[in-house]
């Protein structure tokens, strides 16, 4: 068992929306553009880094040396002396050639000088901490590659202080003369983007009061169209919301609750309540929906560039490639992809925490059976659907997708821990912890051991 590290920092999102003109509109998704192009560019850049390093000798030398020692170490989990040195001589040589995220940072300050009416240095820097955590992922981790930023799918800007680029200003009159009186505003180089707080919500109200750490501009297409918020981080705990008696909304119980989350399904026991519900039970199947919409997208690509594919229906080489040509159609049927998929998230999102709350009435101890839901989501062998007596070698990717119980155990997690109670991780490396449960009937036995109770 491993205990869940608290965050003594603290920090919580609240969103609201921005009141923003068609000219205003226009300027944020140039900035974002402009953001993306920074991040594409650096990541070229690196890229050609990357290249050159791993064509030297002493990059060779060190995985070589590296494969040689995990040899021989076969089953044994911990790291050899000699693999240790070898490990810190390859981060000494990421080092050196600027892998590291002060390295990405100064190139971003670089990389903004001709945008510098647009982007600010402090934007740039968290643009570079954005591309740092991808290299992160594939270089310390098990990301595969480092992808670039696909034209309009690069959403939202941040700062790394509430005080430089992003500001966020209340009593503030308008120097243009866009409204009358005072209001809460976004100010971003020059823009005035007014703030729409509903002031018949006290969290909201209570939030502000708190100290922040830093401004998000974010857009979100909306039934096609775009709208734009802005996501205040404030630094402490998020208020506790009340209801209209007085009483807390979303009240903490009391004891030791054992949890057991399904692929599917959440298991949830204490001492004297064993809780079932289904994971996200309200999103709609969309997989025909979308099927038929993708069919769509596809009759009308291969009608529009008819020279973009071979005799055999399949697309040419890159080099051999025309410019593709989409219709407005499929433009359309695009878009209505793009919302089938966001009210599904929005959904599954929602459900999620109404869930979480619900478990945690049930104590303030919380013991969590850890699952490797990525690896159900992966094909299984052929000799293991020999040996199971499975027809397919699919697996669980699509139940997962839709139901995301990963998503859920870390809503719970982050709930528990903001309230200052205490979560309790079992590894799966115990004898007692199965891999994954078939019966309803193991799964609330397990539970009630995790809980500490016995089964009657």
């Known amino acids: ?81 000699a693999e240790k040195e070898l490990y810190k001589q390859l981060n000494e040589l990421y080092k ?35 591309l740092w955590s991808a290299w992160n992922r ?30 966020l200003k209340t009593n503030y009159k308008s120097k243009n003369g866009s409204w009358k009186g005072e209001r809460t505003v976004i100010i971003w180089s020059g823009l005035e983007l007014p703030v ?36 205040i981080v404030f630094k402490g705990t998020s208020p506790i919301k009340y209801n209209d008696t007085g009483e807390r909304k979303h009240p903490i119980g009391n004891g030791v609750v054992g949890i057991y989350v399904d692929t599917e399904k959440v298991f949830a026991v204490c001492k004297d309540q064993v809780f079932i519900h289904e994971l996200a039970d309200g999103i709609q199947a969309i997989e025909n929906d979308v099927a038929k919409l993708q069919q769509r997208m596809d009759r009308s690509r291969r009608d529009m560039n008819p020279d973009n594919y071979n005799e055999d229906g399949t697309i040419k080489p890159y080099n051999d490639q025309r410019e593709w040509v989409y219709s ?70 699509k139940v997962i997708a ?14 528990a821990i903001q309230y200052n109670l205490e979560v309790t991780i079992v590894e799966k490396s115990s004898s007692e912890c199965p891999t994954i449960l078939s019966d309803d009937q193991e799964k609330i036995r397990y539970a009630l051991t995790l809980s500490g109770q016995t089964m009657c």
């Not at 480092?146 to 509430?162: I, Q, T």
């Not at 839709?402 to 709930?415: G, T």
Request: aromatic share 10%; with cysteine; proline share 2%.
């Open 1 to 81: 068992m491993g205990k869940q590290k608290k965050d003594n920092k603290g920090r919580f999102i609240v969103e609201f929306p921005l009141s923003v003109e068609k000219y205003q509109a226009d300027i944020i998704d140039k900035r974002l553009e402009i953001a993306r192009r920074i991040y594409n560019q650096m990541l070229k850049k690196y890229k050609n880094i990357y290249k050159q390093m791993i064509q030297t000798k002493e990059y060779r030398n060190i995985i070589s040396n590296l494969g040689i020692e995990r040899k021989k170490r076969k089953t044994e989990n911990k790291k050899t002396a």
């Open 196 to 231: 729409g707080i509903n002031q018949k919500k006290p969290y909201e109200i209570e939030a502000l009061q708190h100290e922040i750490a830093y401004n998000r501009i974010v857009r979100k297409i909306v039934r096609g169209k775009n709208k734009y918020y802005v996501q």
């Open 402 to 415: 839709n139901r995301a119980p990963s998503m859920f155990v870390e809503i719970l997690k982050q709930k």
């Open 96 to 130: 050196h050639y600027g892998f590291t995220e002060f390295g990405m940072i100064n190139m971003s300050y670089l990389q903004r000088k001709p945008y510098e009416n647009h982007i600010t240095a402090t934007i740039a820097s968290k643009i570079a901490q954005r």
């Open 138 to 167: 594939f270089l310390f981790m098990d990301g595969e590659e480092v992808h670039l930023a696909k034209y309009g799918e690069f959403n939202s800007v941040e700062s790394n202080s509430p005080k430089a680029s992003i500001l």
């Open 328 to 397: 407005n159609h499929y433009k359309q049927w695009k878009n209505l992809c793009k919302e089938l998929y966001r009210k599904q998230a929005a959904i599954r999102k929602q459900q999620h925490y109404i869930l979480a709350n619900e478990i945690l009435k049930m104590g303030n101890c919380f013991c969590i059976q850890k699952v490797d839901y990525k690896k159900l989501q992966q094909r299984i062998s052929r000799q293991d659907m020999i040996t199971e007596h499975k027809r397919s070698r699919k697996n669980q990717g």
